[in-house]
Nanobody, 127 residues
Framework: VQLVESGGGAVVAGQSLVLTCATS????????YGWFRQAPGKEREGLAC????????FYSDSAKGRFTISRDKATGRIFLRMNGLTVEDTATYYC?????????????????????WGQGTQVTVSS
């Protein structure tokens, strides 16, 4: 399995970014995908997740209302649209995935639930 993030960069507070995760190599029918971030000196934080079962997103409180996760079924790419960025959103953002034979009831924003991780993409927000 390979996950490759892109779309990070340096922006000014209030601007938006769309992160992309290119995925490949899955061998089982169902996948769950998540976006996480980690700022220096802080724990990795789950932001949003989505599954191939029904594409229903689930957001953490810090992401709700500003971030949107989505999936392109044709290409397998996963997106995270981030609006109204603040300096507190500065972090390395990671795409994560897991796979299973069975449909998901729902996904989780807990890092321990994911087996595969991308290398991360840096987002820096200045005031």
């Amino acid at each position: 399995v390979q996950l490759v993030e892109s779309g990070g960069g340096a922006v000014v507070a209030g601007q938006s970014l769309v992160l992309t995760c290119a995925t490949s190599g899955f061998s089982l029918d169902e996948q769950a995908y998540g976006w996480f971030r980690q700022a220096p000196g802080k724990e990795r934080e789950g932001l949003a997740c989505i599954t191939t079962t029904d594409d229903s997103p689930f957001y953490s409180d810090s992401a709700k209302g500003r971030f949107t996760i989505s999936r392109d079924k044709a290409t397998g790419r996963i997106f995270l649209r981030m609006n109204g960025l603040t300096v507190e959103d500065t972090a390395t953002y990671y795409c994560a995935a897991e796979q299973t034979m069975f449909p998901y009831d729902r996904c989780s924003n807990a890092a321990r639930e994911f087996d595969y991780w991308g290398q991360g993409t840096q987002v820096t927000v200045s005031s």
